[in-house]
């Protein structure tokens, strides 16, 4: 089956109800059929018998299933949220006097962790720029153990070559992961050009409507052993209800996601060159500096686009204040479209410098496109514009 059709007709076995639509499996435990069943759960890590929902549910499984299948992963395990994919991945795969080498345009809480936390537990980092990929090698040490990349990067919409990136890795050694939250498995599968782990925060157009939260990590399965026994023990878990929201929602992902880009590609056409604004950028538009990499790895440019207004921080805030419906909020993903202003709220916790540095300037504003018609968000946004 390809792709489309494993999204949709992947589910847990059917109940003796007959169900037609996925079960929703809201159990906290499981039971066994004897006390040397249960003792047998028990004993052995790697037995495929639910035990606890902190551990495993078939809610849960289905949601992981999909996502191994869509990204061509061995094995996959789910968190809670994008951000505990992140640091379950962090925690399990370096250890005190490890190294690990991270693009510097990464999304903001993935930054504090990188540069607030990891040093504190005497975890060493080091920042490249995407854009400069060529002195990635240069960062490496014998001790460095995972490498991290966002492509396209939230909120800069930089891209990098994943199978650059991947044959350094495999070179030296190194944990390739990649956060692929932004293209989805949909638009881009960073497994087929080397990368040994991709998560997602589920959040985002894997949920789709902006209903709960969730995350997932997929790769290979030796890697994935590791991640599941410290989800199991520390408790990171994804909920079975919204395990069983994303599932249903992946039903959808390949007809969302082409109309999130169908209508991403009209508007980002469409505004370049509007005289209130400095530049547009989108993956799939030919101005934007990465353009022959992103043809090459992505099916089609993804759901959101930048552009910088003139006025800068003031501008920003003019143009916000002037949109009649456009949701004004920091998530992504939505059918419904979306402007934020990452310097004022996703990334306000860096410095001014350190923003600088990922292309984060005081006039920048994110557009998460929806599935609205693509007329009214053009108008919508034109007429912010002309205030
Ligand atoms: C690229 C990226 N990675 C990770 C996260 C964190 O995900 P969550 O909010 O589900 O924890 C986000 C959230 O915006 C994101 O955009």
């Known amino acids: 089956m390809r792709p489309e059709t494993l999204a949709i007709r992947t589910q847990t076995e059917r109940t003796a109800q007959k169900e037609h639509a996925t079960p929703l499996f809201l159990t906290s435990s499981f039971v066994y059929d004897s006390a040397e069943d249960m003792a047998a759960a028990f004993a052995d890590d790697s037995l495929d018998v ?31 949220t994008g951000m505990a994919a992140v640091s379950a991945c962090f925690m399990t795969f370096l250890s005190a006097g490890d190294h690990i080498v991270s693009a510097s345009a990464v999304f903001g809480s993935t930054h504090t962790i990188l540069t607030k936390y990891l040093p504190k537990w005497g975890i060493e980092y080091s920042y490249f720029d995407m854009n400069t990929p060529e002195v990635i090698e240069s960062l490496i040490k014998p001790n460095t153990k995972v490498l991290y990349v966002e492509t396209p990067s939230n909120p800069g919409l930089d891209i990098i070559d994943l199978e650059y990136v991947s044959a350094l890795c495999k070179k030296h050694n190194i944990i390739f992961i990649v956060d692929n939250c932004f293209a989805t498995p949909a638009v881009q599968q960073p497994i087929q050009f080397g990368a040994d782990l991709v998560l997602h925060s589920a959040t985002k157009f894997m949920d789709g409507q902006g209903r709960v939260l969730g995350g997932v990590v997929v790769g290979k399965k030796e890697l994935i052993k590791q991640l599941y026994l410290y989800i199991r023990n520390t408790g990171p878990s994804l909920s079975p209800f919204n395990a069983w929201v994303l599932s249903k929602s992946l039903e959808t992902l390949f007809v969302r996601m082409d109309k999130h880009a169908e209508n991403a590609l009209y508007i980002a056409q469409k505004l370049e060159g509007h005289p209130a ?33 003139k006025a800068g921080i003031e501008g920003g805030r003019k143009f916000l204040n002037s949109l009649q419906w456009l949701s004004m909020t920091n998530n992504l993903g939505d059918s419904r479209t979306i402007a934020s202003h990452p310097a004022s709220t996703t990334h306000s916790k860096l410095t001014e410098e350190e923003r600088k540095a990922v292309g984060i300037t005081p006039g920048l504003i994110r557009l998460s496109v929806g599935l609205e018609h693509p007329d009214d968000i053009f108008e919508e946004i034109i007429n912010a514009l002309s205030k």
């Open 50 to 80: 639910n035990i606890y929902t902190r551990f495993s549910n078939p809610s849960v499984d289905e949601f992981i299933q999909k996502v191994c299948l869509l990204e061509g992963a061995e094995d996959g395990i789910a968190t809670a």
């Open 277 to 309: 604004l400095n530049w547009v950028k989108y993956p799939f538009l030919a101005s934007h500096p990465r353009y022959d990499i992103a043809k090459r790895q992505m099916n089609n440019g993804g759901g959101i686009l930048t552009f910088e207004l």
